[in-house]
């Protein structure tokens, strides 16, 4: 795996439990982030690869920091 897909790996599992702990639906994540649920999916599937507005979007609406979605350990809050 290269350093990309690793980091799109990162991204994914960190959104994933991120939007898990604020216990809320990829439906309403995405309604409130302006996006496409459909795109959420991908993101935690780690197949789409987000602008920088959309993770700092994503990251405001789940009340984390965007380094926290990129870190390795999901803990760079």
């Known amino acids: 795996m ?3 897909q690793a980091h799109c790996q ?4 960190n959104l994933r439990a991120a939007r898990r702990t604020r216990r ?3 439906e309403q994540l995405a309604l409130a982030a302006g996006i ?3 795109y959420v ?3 935690e599937r780690g197949v789409a690869n987000p ?5 700092c ?5 789940l009340r984390v920091s965007v ?7 999901g803990h760079g809050q």
């Open 51 to 55: 602008s920088l507005r959309m993770l």
């Open 24 to 26: 809320i639906s990829q």
């Open 41 to 43: 999916s991908q993101l």
């Open 2 to 4: 290269d350093i990309f």
């Open 67 to 73: 380094t926290h979605l990129l870190s390795e350990g």
């Open 57 to 61: 979007a994503l990251a405001a609406e």
């Open 36 to 38: 496409d649920r459909s």
């Open 10 to 13: 990162s991204l994914a599992r």
